[in-house]
Nanobody, 125 residues
């Protein structure tokens, strides 16, 4: 079991930037693929992006590609989501998720057993 805590959310104007962090309470994060999902009011939770356990590969939803960047610091057991050129439609609660490394697809929330409590991101127009 991995305990995840997100931070860094807040209110930002359109075009601005935020960096979210996800701190994991685990002996070593190197065994885990990590992902970010988000859920806007009245909508289903959706995939934002993922990073493999090694950090060598990242995957993004089309809606954030080129604007968001996922990175990880395994020495600090922390994963980051750098969000640039934010749009009002990026407003959502952002969740960090973890799973033991796997070759399975990264975009399904059902692939992840460990979740953080979420952090609110609000982008004003």
């Amino acid at each position: 079991q991995v305990h995840l805590v997100e931070s860094g959310g807040g209110l930002v104007q359109a075009g601005g930037s935020l960096r979210l962090s996800c701190a994991a309470s685990v002996r070593t994060l190197t065994a885990y693929d990590m992902a970010w999902f988000r859920q806007a009011p009245g909508k289903e939770r959706e995939f934002v992006g993922a990073i493999t356990s090694s950090g060598y590969n990242t995957y993004y939803a089309d809606s954030v590609k080129g604007r968001f960047t996922i990175s990880r610091d395994n020495a600090k057991n922390t994963v980051y989501l750098e969000m640039n050129s934010l749009k009002p439609e990026d407003t959502a609660v952002y969740y960090c998720a973890a799973r033991l490394r796997s070759p399975r697809a990264y975009g399904s929330e059902f692939e992840y057993r460990n979740w953080g409590q979420g952090t609110q991101v609000t982008v004003s127009s």
